[in-house]
Structures are given as structure tokens and as C-alpha cells.
């Protein structure tokens, strides 16, 4: 079975500079894709970055960017620049036929 | 284009009562999610539809959790009758259809229904 495990409940950054949510993750498929998903306070769900795993390239959406370690199964999200509507819970989260996501980062950026 | 539209968004009632929540997925996606976030946790899968068939409803505690979706669009999200532990956010997502050996898989979600149980 799938697994997506993300061990850092909270953290927080400062305005301007860089954090990195971690993820792992466990599977058996070989093709497959890995997203991270940003949720606001009170607001829904949005999909930040995708990842697919047939790719060496790690994946790049303006501030954000990941670190993709197929063989260790590691799957991290680096936000450089922080920015206060960064703030929010990140998931980590893996497709297969429904979602299946990690117990999410509670990130906190600082003025 | 309109998202995924769910309501209410706050639902406050006391223990034993019921309670229903609907979902509106974006116009032509085939793939209905329901799915419940507890306080500080990730969402975890209640029920998943392809058109009007339930495919996944594993998760689903069918003693007292039921879902429809009947004409394959709209959905609804019964809760009969509530419990303490009921308390949550319950989230609607909706996807495309989906090509053989397409693994992409994004899920559009909606902002949820919040359900205090008292």
C-alpha cells in the first residue's frame, strides 16, 4: 500500500527567506506523479507542484521548487522568499486513482 | 469556470441530529471525491465516484454515513445520526476523465463543509 509521510508538523520561516518541507513516501509503482498541495486558512485546496517520477528534472513553479530523490523515496518542497501569504498547511500527496495525502506541514511565515 | 461549489460551510448541530452536505464538481468532470480532514491532519477518502458508481467507498462508515450521486453531477453527503467525533471538515474534490495510462491524477477541491457536532 501507499504511503506519504511528512514529519514536521509545523515550521516557521521569516519574510524573504527560504524553507523546505520534507515528504516521504513508499511505493511500488514505478510511473507515477507526487504533488504538493497548499491549504489557507479557511480556504480550499490548491495545487502547487507536481512532480513526475520519470523525470530527473526536478519540478519548478516560480518561488517554488522540490527536491526529488526517487530512490529514497523523498519528495521535499523548498518555498524560497517566503512571502506572508505562503502562510498556510502544506500536504504532500500521491495519486493513485484517489489521493492519498501526508499529515501536512503547518508552515507560519513571519513579518 | 466555476470550481467546485459545496454547502453549507459551517454546520453547527448537537449529537444524534442529522445532517447533509452538497457538492457541486466542476462541469465535465467524471471523478466525485468526498473526503473528511480532521483538525490538523490530512483529508482521508470517504467515498469516490466514476459518473453515477460508487467505486471506493471503503472508508465509508455505512452505519450511519451515506452519499449519493445520482445523475452523475451533483452530490450529496448524509450523516445519520452525528456523533461527537463527527466533528470535521468535510471536503469535496472533483477530476477529469483521464486517459489510459494517465497518472496525473490533480484533484479540484472545494472549500468545504465545517461540521461541529455538539
Known amino acids: 500500500a501507499q504511503t506519504v509521510t511528512q514529519s514536521q508538523p509545523e515550521m516557521s520561516v521569516q519574510e524573504a527567506e527560504t524553507v523546505t518541507l520534507s515528504c516521504t513516501y513508499d511505493?511500488?509503482?514505478?510511473?507515477?506523479?507526487l504533488f504538493w498541495y497548499k491549504q489557507p486558512p479557511s480556504r480550499q485546496m490548491i495545487l502547487v507542484i507536481r512532480?513526475?517520477?520519470?523525470?530527473?528534472q526536478n519540478a519548478t513553479e516560480n518561488r517554488f521548487s522540490v527536491n526529488f530523490q526517487k530512490a529514497a523515496k523523498s519528495f521535499s518542497l523548498k518555498i524560497s522568499d517566503s512571502q506572508l501569504g505562503d502562510t498556510a498547511m502544506y500536504f504532500c500527496?500521491?495519486?493513485?486513482?484517489?489521493?492519498?495525502f501526508g499529515q501536512g506541514t503547518t508552515l507560519q511565515v513571519k513579518p | 469556470e466555476a470550481g467546485v461549489v459545496q454547502s453549507p460551510r459551517y454546520k453547527i448541530i448537537e449529537k444524534k441530529q442529522p445532517v447533509a452536505f452538497w457538492c457541486n464538481p466542476i462541469?465535465?468532470?467524471?471523478?466525485l471525491y468526498w473526503y473528511r480532514q480532521n483538525l490538523g491532519q490530512g483529508p482521508e477518502l470517504l467515498i469516490r465516484y466514476e459518473n453515477e458508481e460508487a467505486v471506493d467507498d471503503s472508508q465509508l462508515p455505512k452505519d450511519r454515513f451515506s452519499a449519493e450521486r445520482l445523475k452523475g453531477v451533483d452530490s450529496t453527503l448524509k450523516i445519520q445520526p452525528a456523533e461527537l467525533g463527527d466533528s470535521a471538515v468535510y471536503l469535496c474534490a472533483s477530476s477529469p476523465p483521464r486517459l489510459a495510462g494517465d497518472h496525473t491524477g490533480e484533484l479540484f477541491f472545494g472549500e468545504g463543509s465545517r461540521l461541529t457536532v455538539l
Open positions: 512532480q513526475e517520477a520519470y523525470k530527473q
Open positions: 500527496a500521491f495519486p493513485t486513482g484517489k489521493l492519498i
Open positions: 462541469s465535465g468532470h467524471n471523478t
Open positions: 511505493t511500488s509503482e514505478n510511473n507515477y506523479y
